[in-house]
């Protein structure tokens, strides 16, 4: 999808996907991770998610990519965090405490500033792409993080020919088309969303919430 879209959506505060709380199934399946307090967690896509600052209380070293400017200066601003600016190859990066994201292209992202990463949670990513573009983030982007990196895969699942999206509809057999080469792949959980829950995407007749567990062969 263009970045003009993603960049409209947040000029004009069109951000459904911003949850007003961490994402409950973060919170109870990461613990079965066994990530150590410290470690480098990915969230691509991050957006002014406050699963970001849950994963920093929890210890870790939170490392975001966002292709708009607006939401990360949303982010720090909004938890009065006041961040270091500084710009590289990869874009412009803005760190406070144990925060850092990047504001560029995430699939710029090469493997030197992934090295670091024991971890990867996404909640907003994968299902914000057109299945062009979820191929080539997972065979491009997920592909740089190295081996032995553990992670969560949250995903939704609903008639696509009832809604165009995003959030796009990915079935569990995409998922381990997807990841199934380089990745093992447990599904932890899926759920049914009820109608009358704000994350309840308008105009399907059903919705499921699926979780993965992810490890890097």
Same mark, same amino acid.
């Given at each position: 999808?263009?970045?003009?879209?993603?960049?409209?959506?947040?000029?004009?505060?069109?951000?459904?996907?911003?949850?007003?709380?961490?994402?409950?199934?973060?919170?109870?399946?990461?613990?079965?991770?066994?990530?150590?307090?410290?470690?480098?967690?990915?969230?691509?896509?991050?957006?002014?998610?406050?699963?970001?600052?849950?994963?920093?209380?929890?210890?870790? #070293?939170?490392?975001?990519?966002?292709?708009?400017?607006?939401?990360?200066? #949303?982010?720090?601003?909004?938890?009065?965090?006041?961040?270091?600016?500084?710009?590289?190859?990869?874009?412009?990066?803005?760190?406070?405490?144990?925060?850092?994201?990047?504001?560029?292209?995430?699939?710029?992202?090469?493997?030197?500033?992934?090295?670091?990463?024991?971890?990867?949670?996404?909640?907003?990513?994968?299902?914000?792409?057109?299945?062009?573009?979820?191929?080539?983030?997972?065979?491009?982007?997920?592909?740089?993080?190295?081996?032995?990196?553990?992670?969560?895969?949250?995903?939704?699942?609903?008639?696509?020919?009832?809604?165009?999206?995003?959030?796009?509809?990915?079935?569990?057999?995409?998922?381990?088309?997807?990841?199934?080469?380089?990745?093992?792949?447990?599904?932890?959980?899926? #759920?049914?969303?009820? #109608?009358?829950?704000?994350?309840?995407?308008?105009?399907?007749?059903?919705?499921?919430?699926?979780?993965?567990?992810?490890?890097?062969?």
């Amino acid at each position: 999808m263009h970045p003009d879209f993603w960049h409209q959506r947040w000029q004009e505060n069109r951000i459904g996907f911003h949850q007003d709380a961490p994402t409950p199934l973060l919170l109870k399946h990461w613990p079965a991770l066994d990530v150590p307090a410290g470690a480098t967690v990915f969230v691509p896509l991050a957006g002014k998610s406050l699963d970001m600052l849950w994963l920093a209380e929890r210890g870790h #070293r939170v490392l975001g990519v966002e292709l708009s400017q607006l939401a990360i200066e #949303r982010f720090f601003a909004e938890h009065d965090l006041h961040p270091e600016i500084d710009t590289t190859r990869h874009g412009i990066h803005y760190r406070a405490d144990n925060i850092e994201l990047i504001c560029g292209d995430a699939f710029a992202l090469d493997e030197a500033i992934l090295a670091d990463c024991a971890a990867v949670f996404d909640r907003a990513a994968l299902i914000a792409l057109p299945p062009d573009l979820r191929r080539r983030y997972v065979r491009e982007l997920h592909a740089r993080l190295p081996a032995g990196c553990r992670g969560l895969l949250v995903t939704l699942e609903y008639p696509q020919d009832e809604r165009a999206g995003p959030p796009f509809s990915v079935r569990e057999e995409e998922v381990r088309a997807l990841y199934g080469d380089d990745w093992r792949i447990e599904l932890r959980e899926r #759920r049914p969303i009820p #109608r009358d829950h704000p994350g309840y995407v308008a105009g399907v007749s059903r919705l499921d919430t699926a979780v993965y567990g992810l490890l890097r062969a």
